[in-house]
Structure formats: C-alpha cells, structure tokens
C-alpha cells in the first residue's frame, strides 16, 4: 500500500489524509505545534464549495454540528447608512458556515483518530530527500526521521514543504494589513440572527456576526506593517482592543461599542497573499492549501480551497498509476481555479483608507453594485462540485490547465 507522510495538521493536513484513506492510501499526519496548529485564536468560514468539499470524505455533518450558518450579509457605511445586503443562500448553493478555527481543528483532529488515521504532534519538519527507490525520507526537528513513498506538505503560508521543493518559491508578501477579531458577550448591538454585518468605516473595514448563543465574533483588517511572532505575541488583548477602538471611535456604526464589550478573547495575525507559485511538485513531494496558494482573507475562502486541494490530490493519487503524473494531474486540476480566486480575493480588498469624496461616491454606488452580488458569492466559486466517483485522467487534467 502506497504511504504518504502529511506536514501539517491544521486543515489541509488532516481532509488530504482522510481522501487518502477513502482512496485507500496509508498516511501519517506530523504536525510542528504540540496541540493544535497556530493560529486557533481565530474563526473562518466554510463556504459552500468547502462543505461540498467536506460530504466527499463524509465529515461535512461534524462540523456543521459545531458551527453555525448565515443566509445573507448586511453593508453598512461608517455613517451608519444601511448600503443593502446579499443573499448568501439561493439554488444549488448553501449559506457560510461560521466556527472557530480551534474548532475545526479538534472536530478534524477527532475524525482522525476515530478513522485509525495517526497524527504526531511536535514533528517540526526540517528536510526532506528522494531515496533511490522512489520514496522520500523527512526529517524534523527533534532528530527523528520518517520514510514514505511521498511527502505532501499541508503546511501553511510559511511553508517549509514549499521551500523544499524549490528554494526560489516565492515567500509571502504582507498586504498592509493585521486582521484583529475579538468575541463580545453581551454586545449591546448584535448582528441580526443568520446576517453577517460587514461595515466600511472611515479607517478601516469591520465585520461581525452574533452566534447562536447571543457572543458576537467580530474582526477588522486593521492597516499597518508585518510584525513577527514574537512581536505579535508581545500585545496583550487590551491593546489589541485599544487599536481597533481608535479606528472605529469616530463612526457611528455598532464597531466600536461591539469591540468595547469584547473581554479578553482578541487575537490578531498578519494577512498575507502570494499570487502564484511556480512549482507545486517534485518528484516525491508535493504542496496543497496555503503552501500552494495564498489568498488574501477578503473572500473567506482559505479553508474551503484547503479542503478542495485535499479531496481532489486523493483522486488524483487513486486514479493516475505513477506519483509524479498523480501530482501533474493534480496541478492541472487545481492551478487555474485558486489562483483565480487569489486574484479575486485580492481584488475585493484595498489596504488604502478612501478620503470623504471617495466614501461619498463609494456609498453612493455600493448600493447598485450589492444587488448583482459580491464577488465571493460568484456561481463559478461557490457552485463548485467534486464527483468523488468520478474517474481522473491525467490527460483531461492536462487539458483543462
């Protein structure tokens, strides 16, 4: 039986290992962090290309379990002006779903070990060669090495799978931005039940949503420079907090006092994006999720892609007779799509702060624009269907790239 070793054990890693099983290849998940992954402070969207992903392996009723829908979004402008809304529900699509990221992570985690599938907490991955046979031999941090017949690298944006299949892959580039987002019991203005509120206001963009048991999850893209781990890790909650009330103190929108009833649950990351990476294979390794693509935030769609990479690797390992046209296969299938919605994701968002007579002509026109739809609502993204039946040929794959 075919074995593949799997870095990394936040989405990617764990929906790539479960397609593997259910296409009958062996696999092991080595994740770096001792619990978990980084980053849990968080919560995302699984929109409904990423639930479709998700019925494929059959663990889409999990986490719909542990998370909560939405059926449309609401615009507000940082006067308070009601700008329109958008269905999110409508034929052949399914709403958002909306969970922490820790969540995620403890119900994928949770399926793993009740599928016999091993995950090994703590392996930080430092190499990887191809041996003489056809395999591949990784090593990590702690001295301990592991040997397979291909390594996928589910590693996240600073992936060191990506870096490993060429060391001239393109590093992240910051976008001027740090996504802030806090969780307020008792906000005295909630979002209305099943809506995202997403608000422009004159310093930076807000959203939020109010889960069912009344906290409300808020973030906003707060502009400013990278900052390291380290640095990240240094600013307390209140700090955090104090930011983004400074950005929403003078809007007369729900921000600010949303962000004031927010106790000490606030977290903050910085958002990147890559346009492109050149190779996503060797001839034993390969990348998926955010080591392949990483998309600015804006279309809430990185765990969605996360999944869609998983699923469709599995058939394409299952259907193609040798690795490396497996991995071919793959990158045709896929290549196109992501970074088409890397593109559109970054087109949805602007690090730059719009002056009042931009606001004036954005809040008059906005209202027009909301009724044809928002750009990560288009049928091409969110319709997109796996056929897990469906048998791959490498050519089709080719083909369609």
């Known amino acids: 039986m075919t074995h593949a070793l799997i870095i990394g054990g936040g989405i990617a890693g764990p929906v790539t290992a479960m397609a593997l099983r259910k296409a009958g290849i062996d696999s092991v998940v080595y994740e770096a962090y001792p619990a978990g992954a980084d980053d849990v402070g968080a919560f995302l969207?699984?929109?409904?290309?990423?639930?479709?992903a998700l019925r494929a392996i059959g663990v889409h009723e999990r986490v719909a379990d542990q998370s909560f829908?939405?059926?449309?979004?609401?615009?507000?402008?940082?006067?308070?002006?009601?700008l329109g809304e958008v269905p999110l529900r409508r034929e052949g699509v399914l709403g958002p779903r909306t969970l922490k990221r820790a969540t995620?992570?403890?119900v994928l985690q949770d399926e793993l070990a009740e599928r016999g599938i091993r995950i090994e907490?703590?392996?930080?991955?430092?190499?990887?060669?191809?041996?003489?046979?056809?395999?591949?031999?990784?090593?990590?941090?702690?001295?301990?090495?592991?040997k397979g017949d291909l390594l996928i690298g589910a590693d996240g944006i600073h992936s060191a799978t990506r870096a490993l299949i060429d060391e001239t892959a393109p590093r992240p580039r910051h976008i001027g931005n740090t996504t802030i987002c806090g969780y307020a019991q008792d906000a005295p203005s909630p979002a209305p039940p099943g809506a995202y509120r997403m608000v422009y206001g004159k310093r930076a963009f807000f959203g939020y949503v109010t889960a069912p048991n009344g906290e409300t999850w808020w973030f906003t893209n707060a502009p400013g420079a990278e900052l390291g781990k380290a640095d990240?890790?240094?600013?307390?909650?209140?700090?955090?907090?104090?930011?983004?009330?400074?950005?929403?103190?003078?809007?007369?929108?729900?921000?600010?006092d949303i962000v004031r009833a927010t106790g000490s649950e606030v977290t903050a990351s910085n958002s990147y994006q890559i346009p492109s990476t050149p190779i996503w294979h060797s001839r034993s390794m390969v990348i998926v999720g955010d080591?392949?693509?990483?998309?600015?935030?804006?279309?809430?769609?990185g765990a969605s892609m996360a999944a869609e990479d998983g699923v469709t690797l599995a058939r394409c390992l299952r259907d193609v007779a040798h690795i490396g046209d497996a991995f071919r296969a793959y990158e045709g299938l896929r290549r196109e799509r992501v970074e088409r919605v890397v593109a559109t994701s970054a087109r949805m968002g602007s690090t730059a702060v719009p002056g009042p007579l931009k606001r004036m002509m954005r809040d008059a026109i906005l209202p027009r624009v909301l009724k044809k739809g928002p750009r990560n609502n288009a049928d091409w993204l969110t319709k997109h269907h796996i056929e897990w039946e469906a048998r791959v040929s490498l050519d089709d794959a080719v083909a369609t790239s």
């Open 69 to 82: 829908p939405a059926a449309k979004v609401e615009f507000l402008s940082g006067t308070g002006k009601f």
């Open 291 to 301: 080591a392949a693509h990483v998309a600015a935030p804006n279309a809430g769609q």
């Open 121 to 146: 907490h703590g392996k930080r991955l430092t190499g990887a060669r191809s041996t003489s046979d056809g395999g591949v031999v990784a090593t990590f941090a702690d001295g301990d090495q592991a």
């Open 45 to 52: 969207t699984l929109m409904s290309n990423g639930q479709d």
């Open 232 to 256: 990240l890790a240094a600013i307390g909650a209140q700090e955090w907090k104090e930011r983004a009330l400074e950005l929403f103190a003078r809007d007369n929108t729900p921000a600010a």
């Open 104 to 106: 995620l992570y403890r």
